[in-house]
């Protein structure tokens, strides 16, 4: 029986999930937006929002804890110098997620994991079209 045992493992080695959590992380930031079954966005928002945090810190101590995270150099630049400032004037909550769809092949909840600024950020210019 699983009485209290809190994480999700998987059915993964510490070492391929560790691998998956890095791989996710990496697609969220450099992305902002992607989609995945419910329980790994679950997983994963925790680890997010801890990363932006240390994006809003933004000293070398917090850069050199996101590297060991994410070992990725521009994922890491792009939260430190675009994502980070958006939620300076935010305490928390930096990450939704959204049921979207079930799965065809297995039928498994999907969800797009996003942060809650995607939809400004991300706007489409609209163009004034010029009256011929």
Same mark, same amino acid.
């Given at each position: 029986m699983r009485h209290k045992v809190?994480? /999700?493992?998987f059915n993964r080695t510490?070492?391929? /999930?560790?691998? #998956?959590?890095r791989s996710l992380l990496v697609a969220l930031i450099e992305y902002e937006r992607i989609e995945t079954t419910v329980?790994?966005?679950?997983a994963i928002k925790g680890m997010a929002e801890k990363m932006v945090t240390l994006g809003k810190r933004g000293d070398l101590h917090a850069k050199r804890i996101a590297f060991?995270?994410?070992?990725?150099r521009k994922t890491v630049a792009k939260l430190f110098s675009d994502i980070a400032p958006r939620f300076s004037a935010r305490n928390g909550g930096y990450l939704r997620i959204i049921?979207? =769809? /079930? =799965? #065809?092949?297995?039928?498994?909840? #999907?969800?797009?994991?996003e942060f809650v600024d995607y939809e400004t950020a991300?706007?489409?210019?609209?163009?004034?079209?010029g009256k011929k």
């Open positions: 809190a994480a /999700r493992h510490a070492n391929q /999930r560790k691998a #998956l959590f329980t790994k966005a679950k060991s995270d994410v070992p990725c049921k979207t =769809r /079930r =799965r #065809l092949k297995d039928q498994a909840e #999907l969800a797009v994991i991300h706007k489409p210019s609209e163009t004034v079209k």
